[in-house]
C-alpha cells in the first residue's frame, strides 16, 4: 500500500527526472524510502500488539481454567 510519503516522493522523484533537477530526484526518492520504512514500522507494531495481546489472553484463560 503506498501511503502519503511514498505518493510525494514519487511525484517529487518524477518532477526532478523531467525537469533536471537532480537534487529534487534525490530528495523524492529519499522521501519515498522514509514513506516505506514508516509502512514497515507500522506493520511490525501491528504484530508485536497482536501477540502480546494473544499472550495476554492465553494468561487470562489459563487463571479461569484453575
Same mark, same amino acid.
Given at each position: 500500500?503506498?501511503?502519503?510519503? &511514498? /505518493?510525494? #516522493? *514519487?511525484?517529487?522523484?518524477? %518532477? $526532478? +527526472?523531467v525537469?533536471?533537477?537532480?537534487s529534487? &530526484? /534525490?530528495? #523524492? *526518492?529519499?522521501?519515498?524510502? %522514509? $514513506? +516505506? ?12 500488539a ?6 495476554v ?9 484453575k
Open positions: 500500500m503506498t501511503n502519503k510519503d &511514498e /505518493l510525494k #516522493g *514519487k511525484v517529487k522523484e518524477g %518532477f $526532478g +527526472k525537469s533536471g533537477d537532480d529534487k &530526484e /534525490l530528495e #523524492g *526518492k529519499a522521501q519515498g524510502l %522514509f $514513506g +516505506k520504512a514508516k509502512d514497515k514500522v507500522s506493520e511490525v507494531a501491528d504484530d508485536v497482536k501477540k502480546v495481546n494473544e499472550t489472553d492465553d494468561i487470562k484463560n489459563k487463571k479461569e481454567d
